[in-house]
């Protein structure tokens, strides 16, 4: 069975930082690609950044670039996002989610698995 399990949110002023974790099981991240995709109230799911198990490229956002970072431990099984310079737009839920071999096309398209979220709020 396979579960994908986000901690790491929180509420943060402008400009802060926050690191995402997200821990999976039951399949391994040498096969497949991780990311984050975000969803706020009242507006479209949003890909935020994804890395490829094939060759490791990263893809990120146009609206996060620059400010934020993924990557991804293997051996752990555990992908991380790290948020810096936060914007009162990047508040809502993040979703960690794994997809076989290659990122979706948009990264936040549709993934194979994903987990419930974690809240991030920025605010002063």
């Known amino acids: 069975q396979v579960q994908v399990v986000e901690s790491g949110g929180g509420l943060v002023q402008p400009g802060g930082s926050l690191r995402l974790s997200c821990a999976v099981s039951?399949?391994?991240?040498?096969?497949?690609?991780i990311g984050w995709y975000r969803q706020a109230p009242g507006k479209d799911r949003e890909g935020v950044s994804c890395i490829d198990s094939l060759h490791g490229s990263h893809h990120y956002a146009d609206s996060v670039k620059d400010r934020f970072t993924i990557s991804r431990d293997v051996a752990k099984n555990t992908a991380y996002l790290q948020m810096d310079n936060l914007e009162p737009e990047d508040a809502a839920v993040y979703h960690c989610a794994v997809n076989r071999n290659l990122c979706p096309d948009p990264i936040g398209g549709l993934y194979d698995y994903w987990g419930q979220g974690t809240q991030v709020t920025v605010s002063s």
């Open positions: 039951g399949l391994s991240l040498d096969y497949y690609a």
